[in-house]
C-alpha cells in the first residue's frame, strides 16, 4: 500500500524526528546537517530574482500611478498599525510580569564580541538607494532591491503601449519561471527542515538550564506573541477582512512552519508567496506588492520581542524607565524591527537602536544572547504570519474574491 503524505504533515514529521534524534543521538546531525545546508542556500538563490522579477511585475500591471501610490501607503500603513499593536502587547506584559526585576543575572558574554554592524536608522535609509543595481541584486540587498523593482515597475507603467507590453510578458514569464523552481524548493523542504532543526537542538547541550535562568523573559515574550498571533491578528482578519482565521492559519502551514524551522523571513517568502496565491486565492499583483515589503519591513514579532528585551535589561539592571523612556523604547522598537533584515538573529543586532535610545548599556545585550536562537524561531513565525493576515485583509479591501467559500 501506498500512502502519500501531504507536505505539512511531511514538514511535523522532519521536525519531531529531529527534535528526537537531536537529543538522543545528536551524532546524527554530523551527517544530516548538509540537508539543511543545501535546502537554505537553494532558497537564498532564488529569493533576489523572485522579488525582482515578482514585485516588478506586479507594479508593472498596476493601472497607472495612482493605483500604486494608493496601495502602498494602504499596505504601509497596515504594517506600522500591526506592528505598534504588537509593541504595544509586549510593552504590557513586562510591565505585568517584571521577569527582570530582581533577578540575578550574570552577564557571562562578553558582548564586544557582538557585532553592532546595523548602522544607524539614517544609513538604512540612505541605503535603500543602491549605488550599483547590479551588486544589490548579487547581494540580495533587500530594500534596495524592493526600490529597483518598484521604480521599473512604476516606470513601465508609463511606457508606451507596445514597449509596456512587451516588458510586462517578459517579466511575467520570467516570474513563472522563477515560481516553477520554488515549487521545485518547496518539494524537498522537509528533508532541508529536518537537516537544520537537528542542527539547532542537538549543538544546544545546556537547553535546560538556559531555559531554567531565562525562563521568565522567554515566558513574556512567548506570551506576548501569543495573544498577538492567535488573538488581535486574527480578531483583525475576522473583523476587517472578513477571513475566516483558522483557515487561513491552515492554508498558511507549510510557510509558517518554514518560517520556525528556518528563522528567517526572507528565506520563507518563496513559500509564503506560492501559499498566498494558491491556497488563498490572493493575486499575484497584490502578494508581490505587499510580500515582499512585508518579509523586509514589516516585523511584529521582532518587535515585540525588542521591546520585552529592552525593558527585561532594564530590570535586570535595576534601572525604572519612566512612561516617556518606554515610549521612546517603543517607538525605536519599530525602527528597530523595520531596520532589521529577515534573515537569522537580525533582531538581536539592531536592538542596539532600542538600547541606545534609552540610554541602556549595551552590555544587556549578553544576558538575552543565549535564548536569543531559539526565541528567534517563534518571533520570525509570527512575522510572516503578520504578513500573510495583512496581505489578506489588503487582498480583501481591494474586492478579491480569496476563500470564496468562507
Ligand atoms: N529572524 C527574523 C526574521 O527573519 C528577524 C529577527 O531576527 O528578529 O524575520
Redesign the pocket.
Known sequence: MKIKLSLPVQILIALLLAIILGIVLPVVADYTSWMGTIFLRALKMIVAPLIFTSLTCGVGRLQGGKDFGRLGLKTLSWYFFTSFVAIFTGLLFVNLVKPGVDADLALTTPVNEIAMTSGSLSDNMIRIVPDNMFRALVETDMLAIIFISMLFGYFITRMSDNNRNMLNNFFEAANELIMKVTDFIILVSPFGIFGIVIKIVASQENLGELVYRLGLYMLVVFTGLFVHSLITLPALLRFVGKVNPVKHMKAMVTPLLT?FS???????LPLTMAAMEKNAGVSVKLSSFTLPLG?TIN?N??AL??IVAALFIAQAYGIDLTIGQQLIAAFSALMA?IG???????????MGIVLTAVGLPLEGLGLILAV?RIL??F??TV??WGDMVVCAIIAKSEGENIYPES
Open positions: 518560517a528556518t528563522s528567517s523571513s526572507n528565506a520563507t518579509a516585523m514579532g521582532t520581542y525588542e524591527a532589521a533584515a529577515g534573515i537569522p538573529m537580525a533582531g538581536m543586532v539592531t536569543d528567534d524561531m518571533r520570525t512575522n510572516v
